[in-house]
Every structure is written in C-alpha cells, then in structure tokens.
C-alpha cells in the first residue's frame, strides 16, 4: 500500500513527524507532498521547497526511516484541477492521509480513500505557532526534530525571518 501525506511544512514539526512514523510502519510507503513549493521568503513560508525537502528527509532518516519519496509541487490555484495535477507529478498511491477538509473533499471526489490521522499536542506542534516563537526568541526548538533545528541553523533561519519582518514594515 502506497500513502500520501501532503503539507506545506513551514516548518516540518514534531506533528507532522509523529504522524508519518505511524503511516511508514504501516503502508509500503509514504508520498510526501510539499505543497505550495514555490513560496518562500515570506513570513508565513519562509522556508524554500529545497529546505523543506531537507528538514524532512533528514528528521525521517535519523530515526531510521527510509520508505518515502518526498514530491515539491506547485501551486495552480485551481481547486478542481488540483488533485490531476498532483497525480501528474507523484507516484501512484492507495490512500491518503490528511486533516485538511479542502483537501479530504478534493481527493475523495476523485474516488480515493482519505484519513484523518490524529493531531499530536496541536497547540503546539504547529507550524503558525513555532514561526511566531522564532520571531519571538522563545523556544521553538523543542517543537521540532533536531534535523529541523540543524537545518534552519545552517540556512540562517532565523535572521532570515528577522529580516522579512523588517522589510514587511518598511
Ligand atoms: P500552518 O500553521 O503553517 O498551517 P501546520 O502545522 O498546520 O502549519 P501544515 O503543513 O499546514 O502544518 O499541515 C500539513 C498536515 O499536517 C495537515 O494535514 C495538518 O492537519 C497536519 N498537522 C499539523 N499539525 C499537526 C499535529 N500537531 N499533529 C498531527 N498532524 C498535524
Ligand atoms: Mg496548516
């Protein structure tokens, strides 16, 4: 069996990490779809679909993971093309696993089975919420694998953000 789990990943959290152990110990493998590839440089996507790739495939790595392909597709703000157009672009998959209701619609009209896994500590294990702490110097780390931290120490993450901020109030 073959699943998708799709998400923008700004950042990849603890979250989504726990989620794709759980579908990777059950199906043959796991589709990871980064949406909205082409964002980044942007206080709400700050990250580039080439970071994002990186943060998850190491996170999944260091824990021994290594039954997934990850797919960065763009977006076509076309809701009814959508789904063909991720189909375009990714392997074949059986099942899918989401929480977004947009998304759950989208795929189920096209005749697939979609899951709603179970969200982990949503309050905080959220990608809103650990950009507001990095733009808060409060501890963000802890909300993310270490590989995510590693990353975003190495592209100069967080003064990258600093720097949006300021340019978005000029
Ligand atoms: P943002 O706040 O930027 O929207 P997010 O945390 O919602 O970030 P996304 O990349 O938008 O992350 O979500 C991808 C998928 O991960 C969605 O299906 C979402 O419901 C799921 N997800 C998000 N947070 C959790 C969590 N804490 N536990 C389990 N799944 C989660
Ligand atoms: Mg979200």
Do not use: C
Request: charged share 30%.
């Amino acid at each position: 069996m073959r699943a998708l789990y799709i998400g923008r990943f700004q950042p990849y959290h603890l979250g989504h990490h726990a989620v794709i152990k759980e579908i990777a110990s059950e199906a043959d493998e796991v589709i990871i779809v980064i949406g909205s590839a082409q964002r980044s440089h942007e206080l709400e996507n700050p990250f580039t679909a080439g970071e994002r790739y990186l943060m998850i495939s190491k996170s999944l790595r260091d824990d021994g993971i290594s039954n997934f392909y990850i797919v960065p597709i763009l977006d076509v703000n076309w809701n009814a093309v959508w789904v063909s157009h991720v189909e375009s672009l990714m392997p074949p998959v059986d099942e899918v696993f989401t929480n977004n209701p947009l998304i759950e619609r989208l795929f189920e009209e096209r005749g697939y089975e979609v899951h709603a896994p179970l969200l982990f500590n949503r309050k905080e294990y959220s990608g809103r919420e650990i950009r507001r702490r990095m733009l808060n110097n409060e501890n963000w780390a802890i909300l993310v694998p270490e590989a995510v931290t590693e990353v975003i120490k190495e592209i100069d993450g967080l003064r990258r953000m600093e720097n949006l901020r300021r340019s978005d109030r000029q």
